[in-house]
């Protein structure tokens, strides 16, 4: 690993996109369709429940993106709602990175066919067989420490050199080599993508968590 910081600006991650093959953000990149339109309904004062949709799947729909249900029916894991958590503020962020990523030439696609992909930490962990709860907050540091070394017997191949122990004290900074690692798959085209064009023209505009579909040691080639 090159390097490792945490803090960092979005000028930071611009500049460290321009030599990135894939820059992976633990973020949504965009929101549900419905709940998009649920806002146009309800700013033009004709917002209302389906009566043949049971309130709480309706509600549920608004606030889950498609790629958010299929995550949890491959991982079992469900993703924090863009459209009813905090995460929110930090969708905001990534749209003004996408921004500014797009007028500097790069290419941006929500899918994950451009320079961004999302991912979802938790789920690559799960995906690759690794501990993937009970890690976050100071609280729960042994678990951290401990989850850096099963990564390190998985994977050992990868060098953290003096940013192991930074990885330990941090799942900031742990998530963050996992989200590089989960880039490393999708650039290498071993990531789920969107089944067909309708599910892809979806992804365009909610985001697309890119899963990992093979084993750590795919991520080590030679091509």
Known sequence: MLSLSLGVDDADIAEAALSAAKLGLDCPLGWPDDFLRFLQAHQAGRAAAPQEVAGRDWRRRLAYRATDRIV????GL??????ADRIGLTAMRAAGLLARLADEGRPVDRAGGGI??????????RCWGLPHKGYKRTVNRGQLEALVYAL????????????????????????????ALTS???????????????????????GWIALPTGPLSSLVTNE
């Open 72 to 75: 949890r029916e491959v991982t």
């Open 78 to 83: 469900t993703p924090l709602s863009v459209a």
């Open 116 to 125: 961004v992909v999302e991912v979802y930490p938790a789920a690559s962990l």
């Open 152 to 179: 390190l017997k998985a994977a050992p191949w990868l060098e953290l050199g003096n940013h192991a122990d930074l990885c330990a004290r941090s799942d900031d900074s742990f998530d963050a080599v996992i989200a």
């Open 184 to 206: 490393r798959a999708a650039a290498l085209s071993r990531t789920t993508v969107p089944a067909d064009m309708v599910q892809r023209d979806q992804a365009r505009r909610e």
